[in-house]
């Protein structure tokens, strides 16, 4: 059996490990709202047509903050079709997914879904086909607290108080071609510029995202963080970065190594900030919203869009999940926890149905998939401090990023409940045998280790008649002596590893 090393301290500490890690992402695309979180008539719809199984499983995965409405769909969405009584509502076409747009779900039913299922709202303004004052009408509409006509329009539409949405995304994935509204770095900059700095005389206390590239594998990656944050930077608090990994070719060396182009994407982003912060002389750390992230067979997409004409709420991107991908989900999130200190928001895209953890039959159940598990349990479990974890570990080849380690890991220690938890992924196809010198914490003791292993069966999936075949298990307790540990990752595994740290 292969071994690896690893020292703790808690003198080693990153940062906290900011509950906003734990977001998600609903997008009027596909089945996410249609189907997915809203199903009028649905027998277990509660009285505003919420299916109160995807709430039930929301509050189950730990979802601590929600991105809404978009996505693509915002670049030419038109936030007051989603206001008022639904029968007076129109129906549009949305050149982003090519499909009929109802609107019988909009920001009023979006804002109450949110408060049921316990999650702060994220919301994003379209600055594809909008601008300044259409951004500065949303907010006044849902944060003004009243005595002009929006925000006496939102308490005639039922909703007294203001929503006090604190998160706010500067339009979309803006340097995309494939964006209504596609704009250059400088383009959007200035606009961007502008909006913020009018949103903020509306409400001060807001938090603003700046769209950052689309991904990393963009022509204008860096260059287009850098153009945009010189106009922004003094006036946003987040740039975003967005990322998905295909697993489609089969290479699964290659899609278990997809963290290590995730940390490369963090560091260079953060360098890029942290230049233009010294060319404008601003003392103040500007931190990454990683609001889109996933495992997305996207070869998928371009025939699910190509097969069927302007429809409503049709089937898209409907991944199943295997054992495989949600090692590579955990993995990713061992990565936003590892970069704490400037990673202040992420989002998993999307939260039902399309490229989802949870997915369901229209007019039938809800369940989890494969990925569901690791969100839910590093959401449960990352709590307090992020510690850095140096790991010595083997190495094997990939044909995507090299020679990477077959260990991947983070550790979390919260003072406060006396808990060390440790995420260590088993990127190889052997089992390895993990060393931990413990000995910097107070009194450590085993408490529990849960293992997701994909090794015997990778392409394992939960469906609607096996729920549960892709599920963690415990198995054995870590046994701590003289402030040492050793413990047994399984090949390809995903594993959570609990010690308590009473003095």
């Excluded at 400088?186 to 950052?212: F, H, N, Q, W």
């Excluded at 061992?334 to 928001?345: C, E, I, N, S």
């Excluded at 090794?455 to 415990?474: H, I, K, L, Y």
Aim: overall charge negative; aromatic content about 8%.
């Amino acid at each position: 059996m292969r071994t690896a090393q690893m020292t703790i301290d808690p003198a080693f500490a990153i940062g906290a490990a900011d509950r906003r890690l734990f977001g998600s992402f609903v997008e009027h695309m596909g089945r996410c709202v249609y189907g997915g979180v809203f199903e009028p008539g649905h027998p277990g719809a509660d009285a505003d047509g919420f299916r109160t199984d995807v709430l039930e499983l929301t509050r189950e995965l730990g979802v601590s903050v929600v991105r809404y409405p978009g996505g693509n769909f915002v670049s030419g969405y038109r936030w007051e079709d989603g206001i008022g009584p639904v029968g007076d509502r129109p129906r549009r076409l949305d050149l982003a997914w090519k499909t009929i747009e109802t609107n019988a779900f909009g920001l009023d039913q979006f804002m109450t879904w949110a408060a049921r299922a316990q999650v702060e709202p994220m919301m994003a303004v379209n600055l594809g086909t909008r601008g300044v004052q259409e951004a500065c009408d949303l907010l006044e509409y849902t944060n003004h607290p009243g005595g002009t006509a929006l925000s006496d329009l939102r308490r005639k539409h039922g909703a007294e108080q203001p929503y006090g949405v604190r998160l706010w995304c500067l339009g979309n994935e803006l340097d995309g071609p494939w964006q209504v509204g596609h704009k250059t770095a400088d383009e959007y900059g200035r606009l961007a510029a502008e909006t913020a700095r009018a949103m903020k005389l509306v409400d001060p206390s807001i938090s603003l995202v700046a769209c950052g590239s689309s991904n990393r594998g963009m022509s204008t990656f860096a260059s287009w963080e850098a153009t945009v944050l010189e106009h922004t930077y003094e006036h946003v608090d987040y740039i975003s970065a967005h990322t998905y990994y295909d697993p489609s070719d089969g290479d699964q060396a290659s899609i278990l190594a997809s963290a290590v182009d995730m940390d490369n994407f963090i560091r260079e982003v953060v360098a890029t900030a942290d230049h233009v912060a010294a060319r404008l002389r601003q003392p103040r750390k500007l931190k990454i919203s990683f609001d889109e992230w996933n495992v997305w067979y996207q070869s998928r997409l371009q025939a699910d869009l190509d097969r069927r004409g302007w429809v409503e709420a049709p089937a898209l991107i409907e991944d199943t999940y295997t054992a495989v991908d949600a090692v590579v989900v955990g993995d990713l999130l061992v990565t936003l926890l590892r970069h704490a200190d400037r990673v202040g928001v992420a989002c998993q895209a999307q939260l039902a149905n399309v490229i989802a953890p949870i997915r369901t039959r229209t007019g039938g159940p809800a369940w989890r998939q494969s990925i569901f598990h690791p969100f839910a349990l590093t959401a449960r479990y990352a709590r307090g401090t992020v510690l850095r974890t140096e790991p010595v570990a083997p190495t094997y080849p990939t044909a995507r990023y090299g020679d990477v380690p077959v260990l991947d890991t983070v550790a979390v220690h919260d003072e406060e409940r006396g808990e060390l938890v440790v995420f260590a992924v088993n990127r190889g196809t052997e089992d390895l045998a993990l060393d931990l010198d413990l000995r910097g914490l107070p009194r450590p003791s085993g408490r529990a280790h849960l293992t997701l292993a994909a090794g015997d069966d990778p392409t394992a999936c939960n469906t609607e008649a096996e729920p549960d075949r892709v599920t963690p298990r415990e198995t054995t307790t870590p046994t701590v002596d003289g402030g040492r540990c050793t413990v047994r990752l399984p090949a390809v595994s995903w594993n959570v590893l609990r010690f308590a740290t009473r003095p």
